[in-house]
């Protein structure tokens, strides 16, 4: 089985070209995985859970607002690499002396297939299909800590989202 880092080169031999920074968000707060749809047995409709609803609207507003001037949606036959990374607040029981001072690794919920989801979902208004996302990164992180250990402050909660586009060689 191929490594990631050959799969790459080998997938760069066959594709001649390269990414290019499209658009980069900062999402203020934490970032809210997609919350499973709530059915209406009498009208047969889907809801979303409001908290998903809002975070989907917030992600959007924000995209729409820092694409303008830029040319989206994204052309239909361009592929697109989305790299998210979710800061959260670091827990209390988190700033023991043994505890890291920088970023940790997010174990715990939510999962973080379900934030690319509402995070991508959100993003609808930069391309065309979601077909067209065709790598994605993604990681969850605590917050570092700021100041000292016994204040018990960390890096406020934030999603960075940055989009990149792929450019084939002429």
Request: charged share 30%.
């Amino acid at each position: 089985t191929p490594t990631p880092a050959e799969s790459e080169a080998r997938m760069g031999d066959a594709m001649e070209g390269s990414w290019e920074h499209f658009i980069s968000l900062k999402l203020p707060g934490e970032g809210v995985a997609m919350g499973r749809p709530r059915f209406n047995r009498y009208t047969g409709g889907a809801r979303l859970p409001t908290k998903t609803r809002r975070y989907l609207q917030l992600v959007s507003e924000i995209a729409e607002k820092a694409s303008w001037g830029l040319d989206v949606p994204i052309a239909r036959d361009t592929p697109v690499r989305v790299t998210i990374t979710a800061v959260y607040k670091r827990p209390q029981t988190k700033f023991r002396k043994k505890d890291p001072a920088g970023r940790m690794m997010k174990t715990t919920k939510s999962d973080l297939d379900n934030l690319i989801k509402s995070v991508n979902d959100g993003l609808d208004c930069l391309w065309t299909d979601d077909a067209q996302v065709t790598e994605i990164r993604a990681s969850k992180w605590l917050g570092a800590i700021k100041g000292e250990r016994k204040d018990k402050t960390s890096e406020l909660p934030f999603v960075r989202v940055d989009v990149e586009v792929w450019h084939a060689a002429s």
